[in-house]
């Protein structure tokens, strides 16, 4: 798939196969996550990929989006970790772009997949904390499904020239 | 350029060509930063594109690290529109994942780019907001120069394998 035309036809997708995701393209994915930037390149990232099916299907359960990409074989959950921020408060910024460079990738590999937030929602986090043992100073931030795609959907076209000022507001 | 090769090699640039950034390009970003995903599909950005070089030379001013890529010939500055926000704190996720779509957009169409950070340094926006006029419900969330690169940099290698795990923590 050409770069640009990835960028402006990503969807989010809900609807999967039972194809699984292997371990290849798991890598793939992850290697984007950490193409990201980063404030002063501090990477403060984790991630856990999800694909035992017991725990996928406890997720619905601590995020109640999920059960709407219940089907998905695979979730990767984006963590903030704030012992590896340098440059205070830009970690949500970072694991943010790495979260978009998921979406992409798996889009640009033939995968769908969907964002569902977490952070800053506090009733959010203590569910997933305990199904997922994280330590307290690791944050999730956002839950993605990931899965090969049994839907598509057009290119959204959210264009908006009123967003758009010139030289100053 | 190949989608996911693009999100890969994908590096923060700071020297450019004095070729400046047509029309149709911009265009082209724009689209790209308001395809990405939002909460509940909120959208709640604002965008200003800086060509008018006087204003590019004030941005050191209003913002030290523009001075490491002053010679760009054109600026981009991402905000947050909080009368557009829905879905209460989700707008920097929002608005970051515009941002990342227009740093690999300008990567994918030949440009480079690099990322500036503001929100949530209180210090920064206040300048900022006056040099270029935003209303108070504007926030300025990330600074980026783009131009035609006047230098290329190798793949950065950040994969680190101890930052995934695998169905729990």
């Known amino acids: 798939m050409e770069a640009y035309e990835a ?68 979730a990767v959950l984006v963590c903030g970790d704030l012992e590896k921020e340098a440059h205070q408060a830009f970690w949500v910024q970072d694991c943010t772009a790495a979260t978009q460079n998921v979406l992409l990738a798996a889009h640009a590999l033939g995968l769908g997949a969907v964002w569902m937030g977490i952070y800053p929602r506090e009733e959010r986090l203590p569910g997933l904390r305990k199904l997922l043992g994280l330590p307290e100073h690791v944050v999730p931030l956002a839950l993605l499904a990931v899965g090969h795609p049994a839907e598509s959907k057009p290119r959204a076209e959210r264009y908006d020239a009123s967003r758009v000022h010139y030289d100053r507001w």
Chains 1, 2 share one sequence.
């Not at 999967?16 to 404030?39: G, I, R, W």
């Open 7 to 74: 960028i402006v036809t990503r969807r989010s997708i809900r609807k999967y196969t039972s194809e699984p995701v292997s371990d290849d393209v798991v890598k793939q994915l992850m290697d984007a996550a950490m193409a990201a930037p980063s404030a002063g390149n501090e990477q403060p990232w984790q991630f856990v990929v999800i694909r035992d099916r017991a725990v996928l299907d406890a997720l619905p359960t601590v995020h109640p989006n999920f059960r709407h990409a219940q089907a998905a074989p695979m």
